[in-house]
């Protein structure tokens, strides 16, 4: 996939903006506070549905404006094309339209807009909690694996029902028929994520090999229950503990991915660039896997990413951004610097100055 082309119209700083990126690196440069990032978090919107940066929804609507529209022609490796657009008012209300007509679920968008986004704060990938790598994992399953989407939006129903139930400390008399929901769901999400990280590994195992040549990494995908255990049997061991704390202390909803170098907890051992150059083989692979399953080419953001690494480092992250040959949005104040480090002629240059943005 590639954005065609791209028009922001009051999203954060911008009045209205049009763009025509190229297919495939596309340099956005400006001074603090231009819009670089907003133009970045514009295209992120439409992949998402919501932004990378804290605050709430109404902060992307331009200030005394009552709406935001983001709008993309996008093409598929296919050559078919398609319009997208997301628009959300001040009270909230949201419209979504894939070639003009109304959409409902921000799932159809994302199928057509396929963003891997990379911040200083991706690090949080490797540094945070478990739920940003389950996240992670199910990006990688919603986009390549379709039946996927079902089984997550039915699980999480089910999630919601079953802990309002142990809230109300109702559950005794229903149990029986939510926890065989519960478990059926929950297994069939453990069982997608179980496929695609075993297939993900090895593409992923091979990209360190070069990144980080000096550690031998390990991947574990815990289920978020009791190993060697079936999820029904789980729920009914934690029972009296979930109706206790009110909610299901066990599920695919407590999923977690362990990462270790050389046996040992990645944060605990590797620097800050190490990890830096973790994440972006681990998002920078995933847009490779789902090229190579689906023929699908993910759109990369990169926001200021090369801050803290070295400059081999930043060789081998410019190199596999470059080498991946899809749609990139490389942010930086200085778009020249950036442009050297890509090494690469085939590069539209746009320069961002107080919410306008022109091509240089
Ligand atoms: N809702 C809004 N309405 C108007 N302006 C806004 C709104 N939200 C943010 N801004 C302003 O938009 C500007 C652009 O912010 P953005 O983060 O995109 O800049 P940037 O070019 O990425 O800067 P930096 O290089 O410092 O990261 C900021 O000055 C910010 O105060």
Same mark, same amino acid.
């Given at each position: 996939?590639?954005?065609? @082309? ?22 956005? @440069? ?22 990378? /940066?804290? +605050? ?11 709406? %935001? ?27 979504? /339209? ?7 679920? %921000?799932?159809? !968008? ?10 200083? =704060? ?11 790598? /389950? ?9 390549? =694996?379709?039946? *996927? ?5 039915? *699980?999480?129903?089910? !999630?919601?029902?079953?802990?309002? $139930? ?15 929901? %519960?478990?059926?769901? +929950? ?12 297939? %993900?590994?090895?593409? !992923? ?11 031998? *990494? ?5 289920? +978020? ?52 150059? $973790? ?15 689906? +023929? ?18 930043? =060789? ?9 040959? @899809? ?34």
């Amino acid at each position: 996939m590639f954005l065609e @082309s791209l028009s922001l119209s009051q999203f954060r700083n911008f009045p209205s903006a049009v763009i025509t990126p190229g297919k495939t690196v596309n340099i956005i @440069s400006g001074a603090n506070g231009s819009g670089k990032t907003s133009l970045i978090e514009a295209i992120y919107c439409l992949g998402f549905g919501r932004s990378f /940066r804290p +605050g709430t929804y109404r902060q992307l609507i331009r200030n005394d404006e009552s709406q %935001f529209t983001v709008f993309a022609r996008v093409t598929e490796q296919d050559g078919r094309k398609h319009q997208v657009g997301y628009q959300r008012n001040t009270t909230g209300e949201v419209q979504l /339209r894939i070639d003009h007509a109304k959409e409902k679920r %921000f799932s159809a !968008l994302a199928r057509l807009v396929p963003v891997q986004l990379m911040t200083p =704060e991706s690090i949080e990938l490797v540094l945070g909690g478990p739920k940003v790598r /389950r996240q992670f994992i199910d990006w990688g399953v919603f986009h390549v =694996e379709h039946s *996927f989407y079902s089984d997550w939006v039915g *699980f999480s129903k089910l !999630l919601k029902q079953r802990n309002s $139930l142990l809230k109300m400390k109702r559950f005794h008399q229903e149990h029986q028929y939510w926890d065989e929901k %519960f478990s059926e769901f +929950g297994e069939r999400i453990h069982q997608h994520r179980t496929k695609y990280i075993e297939a %993900f590994l090895p593409v !992923l195992k091979q990209r360190l090999v070069s990144f980080l040549p000096d550690y031998e *990494f390990d991947f574990y995908l815990r289920s +978020g229950w009791d190993k060697e255990i079936r999820l029904c049997d789980a729920l009914v061991k934690h029972r009296e503990q979930d109706l206790r704390y009110g909610h299901s202390t066990v599920g695919p909803h407590k999923a977690e991915l362990k990462i270790l170098a050389n046996g040992e907890e990645v944060k605990n051992l590797l620097s800050r660039g190490q990890l830096k150059l $973790l994440v972006a083989a681990l998002k920078l692979v995933q847009g490779e896997y789902l090229q190579q399953q689906t +023929g699908v080419q993910c759109i990369y953001l990169v926001d200021d990413i090369t801050a803290e690494l070295d400059s081999v480092s930043q =060789e081998k992250f410019c190199g596999a951004l470059v080498a991946s040959n @899809s749609q990139v949005f490389v942010s930086a104040i200085n778009g020249d610097d950036v442009h050297a480090q890509l090494k690469t002629k085939d590069t539209k240059m746009f320069h961002v100055e107080h919410g306008t943005v022109k091509e240089q």
